[in-house]
């Protein structure tokens, strides 16, 4: 299962209803590298894979939360490469990780990604300012 842009191992999980619209596809996947995300058939992985709709995506990074609010964030890290395109994208896919729970900011603080695909220091700062 690896990853179609940077060859790393990546991580699928099914995306619940009310975020879909924000997402590549229904089983999407993360890359444990680069952040980026996208369908999960990229990376070779079929719906009859998943074991289960809750999403462990603790592979990724301890930093990132269970349930809907890890899946939020991590369809907004794969939207960071184009921050000024996908701004309301990731607003709405912060709120949405706040209220189920998560502390978005500190996730952004403690999420540690040197080789993500954009500047990871960066976007702090720029989601800082925009959130």
Do not use: W, Y
């Amino acid at each position: 299962m690896p990853c179609p842009h940077c060859d790393a191992t990546v991580v699928a999980f099914a995306v619940p209803p009310v975020l879909r619209e924000r997402a590549p596809d229904p089983l999407t996947a993360i890359c444990t590298r680069c952040l980026r995300t996208f369908p999960a058939a990229e990376a070779d992985i079929t719906p009859d894979e998943r074991t289960t709709d809750d999403a462990d995506l603790s592979a990724v990074d301890p930093a990132f939360p269970d349930g809907e609010a890890g899946v939020a964030l991590a369809l907004a890290c794969g939207q960071l490469e184009s921050l000024a395109l996908n701004r309301a994208s990731i607003e709405a896919l912060v709120e949405h990780a706040e209220r189920s729970g998560a502390d978005a900011f500190a996730f952004f603080e403690r999420i540690d990604a040197p080789d993500a695909a954009f500047d990871l220091e960066r976007r702090r700062s720029a989601l800082l300012d925009m959130l």
